[in-house]
């Protein structure tokens, strides 16, 4: 056991920092789109693209990671994502056109998925579903850190340098990430499958849907990650109208970030003496309060930065409570294909998200009352999916 120690300290510290390349990336570019859209000479719907397309590969991405870490190992799986995502941040910030910067972008997602599903992986193989709650926590706190950080460097970058500067930074994080994971990162899986054939593989995936309650852990940190998808894919074109900057975006999205990195804090505090669904039940009334709130300033016609930040900044705070918890049931469900099941939890929540993301622009059409409607439904459905779950686990065929 004493052995085990050094490794445990050094795998939490590796994925903080790999775990926040990606989500860096990807919330870097947001407040610059209007802007990348005006200078690349192209439609709110196809700059739209540069964000959808990256969810999407994100999501087929994971779903692929899992059963390749499962057969080969954590290691190089996650070595070769985090090249491929620096390759993409290159491409991208040299990109002359939109056709190449969406090229760049999904290069980017597709090597980001290995961090994002082995990251929460890894952790779940150190420490297994006892002590990965809390260490889960650190995790979402690194994102929601890179979060907090991202828009706000990205709108200032987008106002001094041009939007390109944005994905030099997103370069140098991916060379940081690779050296240092090339350098330290350890083999974690005790138990590699045998086979990558097709048959084996949707048996895997079929064992994981079947295991009781995961499906409803996943959709729960599903629906709670739609309400954030729905509003970082509205808020840049609204402050824009608004008439503010990309730095007056980054600035007031600070908030949400903050409260997401203030909740996933509280998130391992309370594991010590919580059960995992007690600390889910918490965060997502508090992501409804926060949403309900937003409703009724949409309802009332009082549009500012603070009725459209701050609420947000609630339902945040809710996220950073429950995801941790939501996220390593999930995975703890199926302990024997771990990285299978993260990643096809990271499937349907990404999947989930590009679907949202290339609606929003219908959606802005619509007005800011639907958009806030549409926030208010994500946590009314996490509460019903996280019952699904409790209950589901709760049966006899589950104890079984």
């Known amino acids: 056991m004493t052995a085990d120690t050094p490794v445990r300290k050094l795998s939490i510290a590796l994925m903080t920092i790999i775990a926040m390349a990606s989500p ?20 709110v719907g196809v700059i739209q693209l540069s964000f959808t397309a990256y969810l999407f590969m994100l999501a087929f991405g994971q779903l692929l990671s899992g059963p390749l870490a ?18 993409g941040s290159l491409l991208a910030a040299l990109a002359p056109d939109v ?13 980001g998925s290995a961090a994002m599903v082995l990251a929460r992986t890894i952790i779940i193989d150190i420490y297994g579903r006892e002590g990965a709650a809390s260490r889960m926590g650190y995790v979402v706190m690194a994102i929601a850190t890179s979060q907090a950080i991202a828009p706000m460097l990205g709108g200032y970058l987008n106002l001094w340098a041009g939007w390109q500067s944005i994905f030099y930074v997103s370069l140098g994080m991916g060379i940081i990430a690779l050296l240092v994971a090339t350098l330290q990162l350890p083999e974690t899986c005790r138990e590699k499958s045998d086979s990558l054939r097709l048959g084996p593989v949707i048996q895997r995936y079929a064992g994981v849907f079947s295991s009781g309650g995961y499906i409803g852990y996943a959709l729960s940190t599903t629906f709670i990650a739609a309400a954030f998808y729905i509003f970082v894919g509205t ?33 391992t505090r309370l594991a010590r003496h919580a059960s995992a669904d007690q600390v889910m039940l918490l965060g997502n009334a508090l ?46 469900c199926s302990p024997t294909s771990a990285a299978t099941a993260s990643g096809l939890m990271g499937f349907i929540q990404l999947l989930t998200g590009s679907v949202i993301a290339q609606l ?20 009314v459905a996490a509460l019903g999916a996280h ?12 104890e079984a």
């Open 287 to 332: 992501s409804l309060t926060g949403a309900l709130t937003l409703l009724g300033f949409a309802l009332g016609g009082e549009l500012s930065y603070a009725t459209l930040f701050l609420p947000m900044a609630v339902v945040t705070f809710g996220r950073g409570l429950s995801q941790p918890n939501a996220q390593s049931a999930a995975i703890s």
């Open 99 to 111: 056709t190449l910067l969406i090229a760049g972008r999904v290069l980017q997602a597709l090597g």
């Open 360 to 379: 929003m622009p219908l959606l802005l059409g619509e007005g800011v009352l639907a958009i806030a409607f549409c926030i208010f439904l994500a946590p």
């Open 70 to 87: 499962d057969h080969f190992g954590r290691r190089p799986i996650l070595l070769g994502g985090l090249a491929l995502h620096t390759l």
């Open 24 to 43: 860096m990336a990807l919330n870097l570019f947001v407040p610059a789109m209007p802007d990348a859209a005006r200078d690349l000479r192209t439609g």
């Open 387 to 398: 019952y699904y779950a409790v209950s589901r686990q709760r049966s006899p065929e589950a």
């Open 235 to 267: 808020a840049p074109y609204i402050v824009d109208r608004l008439g503010g900057s990309s730095a007056l975006f980054g600035t007031w999205f600070l908030a949400v970030s903050l409260a997401f990195m203030t909740g996933s804090f509280l998130s």
